[in-house]
């Protein structure tokens, strides 16, 4: 029905004036909000067929669905694990106390972004307050732009419920933190959420600064772009990371990893090197960094990528570790982006059940996805062949993470927000092996990683010393 209706549209589209275009628009944004209000449906419908199992949620407080719910949908959609949790957790929100709205999304009378925007600045707010709010917005003008909505959802709140303003204020001042995103072309968006007087000083002064700036000179960056030639916003970024890094960023304890294959680091090629947590870097910028590194030395195949030596003709269990976590990179649940160094070493076929402590027999798994293998008893995991990790859900549906080339795109650690109590210290690094060609570089910082996973000491109620990594 709906390939014959888009079959049909485009159709229409291609004898259509403006007119016509712009009501076949309108259309489209209708039926789009309707698609949406219908997958709130689904979603919740599967929530409700997932009830919490033994194992499950410890915090009483938690959604009254199965804490895996989200990992199904995300398999199934090809998306973030972390994103789908969030979505299932709006959809059900939405659905049992802002009725209306998902009535007018489902309808096609209101779009998804003002119907998120309602759900999200009316939480906290009892029950009777939300609906006064969502009667009032819906009872409105409809045109007006989302941040036009959302400062009226604001003003109501405001006006309704002016006690919430403070509680609000306080809950979304401890959720302040700094994360960072990868970009294109050697790049990163690095941010932070503050308090608003906060974050207006901290600007104010980059700025300032920057300014002051404009008659200074200096060498020519990285890029090849002198400094007296840099916009404005370069200027600010420069501040920026001058501030928190000072001049010489020698005196800086944090790690850095790169992975380049020895042709690289040598100049025989330019064949990209890779940056632990982001991705594809090139090869001038790899060797700049190789330059000031502590090495453990790991060596690539040019071709496939392939980890091939780990600089040990023994390899002890932390070698083999090692290994495992270079190969894999991260998560191997399809679509988790938890990176290596947070995640837990798992045997597929466990253990004591004759599993080997083996390369074809490890993966690894965030502390919310070895849970689920272990602990909710609905997912299973096996390797057809290794390094190839085939998932089945509750649902009997099959789901493959192939983790035998490194092409996928990297995660930031830092993206990924850690529960304290579930990390401990590194052991101290190995020394690097003298006369050695390196191709990992570190700064001179340890990671934190989680804490060996161990199903027996998992407790079952009480404080959520079993809460999830958030994926």
């Known amino acids: 029905m709906v390939d014959a209706s888009i079959d049909a549209a485009l159709a229409r589209l291609a004898v259509s004036d403006p007119a016509d275009t712009l009501a076949l628009v309108s259309e489209i944004a209708r039926t789009t909000a309707r698609l949406q209000g219908l997958m709130i449906h689904a979603q919740v419908h599967l929530a409700r067929l997932r009830p919490p199992s033994a194992g499950d949620w410890a915090d009483p407080s938690a959604e009254p669905y199965s804490e895996f719910a989200a990992d199904e949908l995300a398999a199934e959609l090809g998306q973030s694990p972390r994103a789908q949790s969030e979505r299932l957790a709006t959809a059900w929100d939405t659905a049992h106390h802002l009725p209306g709205s998902l009535a007018a999304l489902t309808a096609g009378t209101l779009d998804y972004p003002r119907l998120a925007a309602l759900?999200?600045?009316?939480?906290?707010?009892?029950?009777?307050?939300?609906?006064?709010?969502?009667?009032?917005?819906?009872?409105?003008?409809?045109l007006k732009s989302t941040p036009q909505w959302r400062r009226k959802i604001r003003r109501l709140v405001a006006k309704i419920a002016p006690e919430a303003l403070t509680r609000r204020r306080a809950e979304a001042h401890a959720r302040r933190g700094v994360s960072i995103e990868p970009l294109d072309d050697g790049m990163a968006l690095l941010q932070a959420t503050l308090a608003a007087e906060d974050a207006r000083a901290v600007f104010d002064r980059i700025d300032s600064l920057a300014r002051a700036s404009r008659t200074q000179t200096g060498p020519t960056g990285v890029g090849g772009e002198a400094e007296e030639n840099r916009p404005l916003d370069a200027r600010r970024a420069d501040v920026l990371a001058a501030l928190l890094l000072g001049n010489r960023r020698e005196y800086v304890t944090v790690e850095l990893q790169v992975i380049a294959p020895v042709g690289t680091l040598a100049g025989l090629d330019d064949?990209?090197?890779?940056?632990?947590?982001?991705?594809?870097?090139?090869?001038?910028?790899?060797?700049?960094?190789?330059?000031?590194?502590?090495?453990?030395?790991?060596?690539?195949?040019?071709?496939?990528?392939?980890?091939?030596?780990?600089?040990?003709?023994?390899?002890?269990?932390?070698?083999?570790?090692?290994?495992?976590?270079?190969?894999?990179g991260r998560c191997v649940f399809p679509g988790c982006g938890m990176p290596a160094t947070q995640a837990d070493l798992d045997h597929t076929v466990a253990h004591a059940a004759g599993g080997r402590t083996a390369l074809d027999n490890l993966g690894l798994l965030c502390r919310h996805h070895h849970r689920a293998k272990h602990v909710a008893g609905g997912w299973r995991l096996d390797q057809p062949s290794p390094g190839s990790f085939r998932w089945t859900s509750p649902s009997g549906r099959t789901y493959v993470a192939d983790t035998t080339t490194n092409d996928e795109e990297a995660v930031l650690p830092w993206e990924q927000h850690r529960p304290k109590d579930i990390h401990a210290e590194d052991p101290p690094a190995s020394p690097a092996s003298p006369g050695r060609a390196p191709s990992v570089g570190s700064r001179t910082a340890r990671p934190r990683r989680p804490e060996p996973f161990c199903p027996s000491r998992q407790p079952t109620a009480g404080p959520r010393a079993t809460e999830p990594c958030p994926f």
């Open 119 to 142: 759900q999200q600045l009316t939480m906290g707010l009892s029950d009777a307050q939300r609906s006064l709010v969502e009667d009032t917005m819906l009872a409105g003008n409809r």
């Open 271 to 328: 064949n990209p090197a890779e940056l632990v947590g982001y991705g594809p870097i090139p090869a001038n910028v790899g060797r700049a960094l190789a330059s000031d590194a502590q090495w453990r030395r790991v060596l690539t195949d040019p071709e496939s990528g392939t980890v091939l030596d780990l600089g040990h003709r023994r390899v002890p269990t932390p070698a083999l570790a090692r290994l495992v976590r270079h190969r894999q």
